[in-house]
């Protein structure tokens, strides 16, 4: 059974940072593909970056590059979502899923195979 957790979501002001964190059990994350995506109010879903589980290929959404860094924790069953310079269009409620990654599929994919209840991240001065 899959069951993904993610965590670190916060208030902060505009230019702060926040660590999201994404715990995922029942797979192989070296085998498999995370991507971190958000849905902010009266807004699209929108897939934010994504990380390869066969060769660490990592990929950003124009909207957040040089400012987001995805990464894999020591427990290899884990993901990070470094986020910088935040800025209150990235208020969101933050979602970590499985299955996909790519340019792609940051861009335009909807579904994914799990996902999990999402954390909520607002930027407000």
């Known amino acids: 059974q899959v069951h993904i957790v993610e965590s670190g979501g916060g208030l902060v002001q505009p230019g702060g940072s926040l660590r999201l964190s994404c715990v995922v059990s029942?797979?192989?994350?070296?085998?498999?593909?995370i991507t971190w995506f958000r849905q902010g109010p009266r807004k699209e879903r929108e897939g934010v970056s994504c990380?390869?589980?066969?060769?660490?290929?990592?990929f950003y959404a124009d909207s957040v590059k040089g400012r987001f860094t995805i990464s894999r924790g020591k427990s290899r069953d884990t993901v990070y979502l470094q986020m910088n310079n935040l800025h209150p269009n990235d208020t969101a409620v933050y979602y970590c899923?499985?299955?996909?990654?790519?340019?792609?599929?940051?861009?335009?994919?909807?579904?994914?195979?799990?996902w999990g209840q999402g954390t909520q991240v607002t930027v407000s001065s």
């Open positions: 899923a499985t299955g996909f990654c790519s340019p792609y599929d940051l861009r335009n994919r909807y579904e994914y195979d799990y």
């Open positions: 029942g797979i192989n994350l070296d085998y498999d593909q």
């Open positions: 990380l390869t589980g066969s060769d660490g290929s990592t």
